[in-house]
């Protein structure tokens, strides 16, 4: 199956303090149709960026290098003619706080039908036939009264449903959603990420999807990406997380994740912080936090290298988990 979306090092500059400074060191994603792939890592990891470079919605005197292709087609090179056609009709994206991407002085209907009659050039009527239909698919009751509505007066998980009303009112192929839920309680998430997981389903979309949360990600989609200070370090697929992890920081974040129904289990932490992109020295960028770092990890930056499910950019992988924690083998 060929790629819709592929990225092979990826690099992006940001120009701080009038000097170029990369935040985003390789990023590679592959995205086949109809497919959905998890983005995982700790904030200021670059997870974002590398979403906002597949629509170009980067900083002004942003630069990117290496390979990003939609349908095999560079983004990076696409006029502004095409550009407005790929973000109107190819990709669309759901951001994690949607109070910060709607006009508050214009009402939801309006946000909503705007871009279906100017970028589509659909009449008035059926834009709105549309856009009621599928906030009916997304559990908005009582749509039409809704769309009347300005954003502040609606919840913070309705107007998360507006956004997702609105990216699939456009039809994309692949749609790109920030950590959706974050901002929302739990049940409310969950109700959320149910809404994308079945919208994606009956319409075939492809799926990359941005969160911190690795057990979420292996529920949702079929692969999972971790990226870590710029980086994607390891790539694997969604079952079987926990046994095949390869790499020292993934295995690290499933470590960290509280024990359910254990109340005596104590949380584990990462030791040390997290780096940014541009704080990533010489060496592989996890080194001061690994419990099994050498020599060779502070001088070489580890490149991907293939596993038995995936790649991992670890000069020293880790060998799967067995069923039973104590038959684990010792690092080699």
Same mark, same amino acid.
């Given at each position: ?11 992006? !500059?940001?120009? &701080? ?11 590679? &994603? ?18 974002? #960026? ?11 005197? @942003?630069?990117?290098?290496?390979? #990003? ?6 983004? /990076? ?46 009449? *008035?009527a059926d834009a709105t036939a549309r856009v009621i239909r599928i906030l009916r698919e997304v559990g908005i009751g009582d749509a ?22 609105? $990216?699939?009112?456009?039809? /994309? ?6 950590? /959706?839920?974050?901002?929302?309680? &739990? ?31 292996? @529920? ?8 870590? @200070?710029?980086?994607?370090? !390891? ?7 926990? !046994? ?18 254990? @109340?005596? $289990? ?36 580890? !490149? ?6 995936? *790649? ?19 690092r080699a």
């Open positions: 199956m060929s790629a819709l979306l592929r990225m092979a090092g990826l690099r992006l !500059e940001l120009p &701080v303090g009038g000097e170029p400074r990369t935040v985003v060191h390789r990023a590679d &994603v592959t995205i086949e149709e109809g497919r959905a792939v998890a983005l995982v890592g700790e904030s200021g990891s670059g997870k974002s #960026l590398t979403a906002r470079a597949v629509l170009r919605l980067l900083p002004p005197g @942003a630069r990117t290098y290496g390979t #990003l292709e939609f349908d095999g087609e560079s983004v /990076p090179d696409m006029s502004r003619e095409r550009l407005r056609a790929y973000r109107a009709a190819d990709v669309a994206m759901v951001f994690q706080d949607p109070r910060a991407h709607v006009n508050p002085a214009r009402s939801v209907g309006d946000f909503l039908v705007e871009g279906l009659t100017t970028a589509r050039g659909m009449p *008035a039409e009264r809704r769309m009347r509505r300005r954003p502040h007066e609606l919840s913070g998980g309705l107007l998360q449903r507006v956004m997702i009303a609105a $990216a699939l009112a456009a039809e /994309p192929r692949l749609l790109l959603a920030d950590e /959706p839920s974050t901002a929302l309680d &739990v049940t409310t998430q969950e109700e959320v990420m149910a809404i994308i997981g079945e919208a994606r389903q009956a319409r075939g979309l492809a799926l990359l999807f941005i969160t911190h949360d690795l057990e979420l990600a292996a @529920a949702v989609c079929d692969r999972v990406l971790v990226m870590y @200070a710029g980086s994607t370090v !390891e790539e694997l697929p969604a079952t079987g997380l926990r !046994e095949r992890a390869a790499h020292p920081y993934t295995r690290a974040l499933l470590a960290s994740r509280p024990a359910v129904g254990d @109340a005596t $289990a104590g949380l584990r932490a990462i030791a040390g912080r997290p780096l940014s992109g541009f704080e990533v020295p010489e060496g592989c960028a996890f080194a001061d936090r690994c419990t099994g770092v050498r020599d060779r990890c502070r001088t070489e930056r580890p !490149e991907p290298r293939p596993t038995d499910v995936g *790649a991992a950019a670890c000069h020293f992988p880790l060998p799967f988990l067995p069923k039973d924690p104590k038959e684990v083998a010792p």
